[in-house]
């Protein structure tokens, strides 16, 4: 493979993580949008948003048996397209029926999406020899920026939910043209073979790596869901200054990522996952026991900065444990990413209520303190990219 056709094929994964991120923050930024136009009530909404999440399970469960047949990269070309379609659909769509049947193949969709992503995104970095995937996930935070602040955007202005979702016009062909360079880190036929063997993959060897991943997002949906919340119910800032922790805490997200590669190739995967660990409890704690607004808005910058590490490293880490099998590991992986979704924001908010928010703060940071103890997970031999640790097998193309 040249290394022409390796930068071409990592711009291109870069730019559909780049969109993905874009097309998440348009739906879930304008929840209270969905709500409105389609007359959900509080009591219904809880069930259409986790059938999202379950719907994406299913999607990344059933992309574990496609990829057995076909290439991952054929399964992001078509997945993709049919996300933003469906994204499209929600703004379009009048009645219960149809919001229903748009957020339904959306999350299939997205389950398929996300899985058969990691999986080139663990592939490319095979071949390369080096950590990229922190990269890639660095691109799809950028888009989560600019998601948001578009449905800032069309909020701000009224406008339309449709209108709103409109950027998924541009979106959609730049994708589908720039799939055009997709490439996979691995021969002709070894995919398929590798997923014929699918028992292969130990589900015992890979459950710390799926507990690590529920931590992670168990994390990552409190600071979704309950940031702006607690700023201003708990720390008693002003309504506008409780929506600044999410954009710090994705701004830190995005800062993390781009530099984390270099972490990884300079001190391996096991050193950045516990620091990041670290750093992620520490930001909990500080949350907890802050006495105002900007020692919150502190404590949620270090959450980003801490956990942004973990995602990646962790699919990175299952593709290396399984490199016989490592389509059939990231799709049974990604299953706990939803998972996480699935169990963090009801958690901390029945703590809140029967407890207290400060209190319900320590419980995602006990889970992501947890993540030390299978920090060992991460360092099998072949783990280590860069530096030191690079497997001198291919020259550096970018």
């Keep these: 493979m040249t290394d022409a056709r390796l930068r071409h094929g990592r711009a291109s994964l870069a730019l559909s993580f780049f969109v993905q991120g874009v097309t998440f923050a348009l739906l879930v930024t304008r929840i209270p949008a969905i709500q409105d136009r389609y007359g959900i009530s509080d009591g219904l909404l809880p069930v259409f948003l986790a059938a999202v999440p379950i719907l994406a399970g299913v999607g990344s469960v059933v992309t574990e048996k496609v990829v057995a047949r076909v290439r991952p990269r054929v399964v992001l070309r078509w997945a993709q397209p049919v996300v933003l379609l469906a994204l499209l659909g929600v703004g379009a769509g009048g009645e219960l029926w149809q919001a229903a049947v748009a957020l339904g193949v959306f999350g299939l969709s997205v389950g398929a999406l996300?899985?058969?992503?990691?999986?080139?995104?663990?592939?490319?970095?095979?071949?390369y020899g080096r950590s990229i995937m922190l990269g890639f996930h660095a691109a799809y935070s950028l888009g989560g920026i600019a998601g948001a602040s578009m449905a800032w955007a069309g909020a701000h202005w009224d406008l339309t939910l449709l209108a709103s979702?409109?950027?998924a016009v541009v979106l959609l062909p730049a994708a589908f043209i720039g799939s055009r360079?997709?490439?996979?880190?691995?021969?002709?036929?070894?995919?398929?073979?590798a997923e014929r063997q699918?028992?292969?993959v130990s589900f015992k060897l890979l459950m710390p790596l799926c507990l690590v991943m529920s931590f992670a997002y168990i994390g990552d949906s409190t600071v979704s869901n309950w940031s702006a919340k607690y700023l201003q119910d708990v720390l008693?800032?002003?309504e506008q200054l409780s929506t600044v922790p999410y954009n710090v805490y994705m701004v830190t997200t995005l800062l993390g990522r781009a530099v984390g590669d270099f972490?990884?190739?300079r001190f391996g995967a096991v050193a950045v996952v516990r620091f990041g660990s670290v750093l992620a409890a520490a930001g909990f704690a500080v949350v907890a026991v802050?006495?105002?607004?900007w020692i919150g808005m502190l404590g949620f910058t270090m959450l980003g900065l801490g956990l942004c590490v973990i995602v990646p490293q962790t699919f990175a880490a299952a593709g290396r444990m399984f490199p016989g099998a490592s389509d059939t590991a990231i799709a049974r992986l990604n299953v706990f990413n939803y998972v996480g979704f699935l169990v963090g924001s009801p958690l901390v908010g029945a703590l809140g209520d029967a407890w207290s928010y400060r209190g319900a703060m320590l419980v995602p940071m006990v889970l992501v303190l947890a993540t030390l103890v299978y920090a060992k997970s991460f360092g099998s031999e072949p783990a280590r990219y860069g530096g030191g640790h690079e497997r001198p097998r291919t020259v550096d193309v970018g």
């Design 165 to 167: 979702y409109l950027p």
């Design 181 to 193: 360079w997709y490439v996979e880190g691995k021969a002709e036929g070894e995919g398929q073979e």
């Design 114 to 127: 996300d899985a058969s992503m990691n999986m080139m995104g663990v592939s490319l970095q095979r071949a």
């Design 263 to 265: 972490g990884v190739r």
């Design 290 to 293: 802050a006495s105002g607004a």
């Design 236 to 238: 008693g800032s002003s």
């Design 198 to 200: 699918g028992g292969s």
